[in-house]
């Protein structure tokens, strides 16, 4: 069956480290890659997107990979900040027409 | 500038009662999106359309279920009658073209509870 899974614990890091986040998916051949952050109480926020033949995406202190062979997208946070607390969002689609399939989220708290 | 604005943001009715939900996209914005999250099931997309015109509604979960797009700048999500297992967060999102290589704006979602 097709799957997209996330860290499934909440993930707590200590501020200034370095958060990565894990987006795993089975069955799935995703032409396109996003990452959306979702805080309490509101809709979720494009963060990046990734293409198929892109290894690397960077955005500030965010960079994104996509490999395919190991069909794994791999979120960083660099010199992660409470602010930086929130769910995040992985979400696929197998062509610019088909629609986008969102995994579960992984919840992030950066401490003090 | 004004993002997806959404109302109500809170509805609390009994069952068997209408309800509807309202969107406003962004304007310029020509795809709209629909979308469910709970706790057990994530975020799902109930149905899209592009240019007004519903493209795929295969998310809709039954019947009860309606989405109209009359113009690019309203669309409503009904469900008629309402369940307990209706209660959800509803989020509506619009896009510039409705490729999945763009990307999607959410407003804030409205919170729904069924008695």
């Known amino acids: 069956s097709q799957k997209i899974e996330q860290n499934s614990e909440a993930l707590n890091i200590q501020e200034g480290k370095t958060a990565t986040l894990t987006c795993n998916y089975t069955n799935y051949s995703p032409a396109y890659l996003q990452w959306y952050r979702q805080d309490p109480g509101r809709g979720p926020v494009f963060l990046l997107l990734i293409r198929e033949n892109e290894k690397e995406k960077r955005k500030e202190r965010l960079k994104v990979t996509f490999d395919t062979t190991l069909k794994q997208s791999l979120f960083h946070i660099t010199a992660s900040q409470p602010a930086d607390s929130a769910t995040y969002l992985c979400?696929?689609?197998?062509?610019?027409?088909?629609?986008?399939?969102f995994g579960s989220g992984t919840r992030l708290s950066i401490r003090p | 500038d004004a993002g997806v604005i959404q109302s109500p943001r809170h509805e609390v009715t009994e069952m068997g009662q209408e309800v509807t939900l309202r969107c406003k996209p962004i304007?310029?914005?020509?795809?709209l999106f629909w979308y469910r999250q709970t706790m057990m099931r994530g975020l799902e997309l109930l149905i899209y359309f592009n240019n007004n015109v519903p493209i795929d509604d295969s998310g809709m979960p039954e019947d009860r279920f309606s989405a109209k797009m009359p113009n690019a700048s309203f669309s409503t999500l009904k469900i008629q009658p309402s369940e307990p297992r209706d209660s959800a967060v509803y989020f509506c999102a619009s896009s510039f073209q409705g490729d999945s290589n763009q990307p999607q704006h959410f407003g804030d979602g409205t919170r729904l509870s069924i008695l």
């Open positions: 979400a696929l689609a197998e062509s610019s027409a088909s629609k986008i399939i």
């Open positions: 304007s310029g914005h020509n795809s």
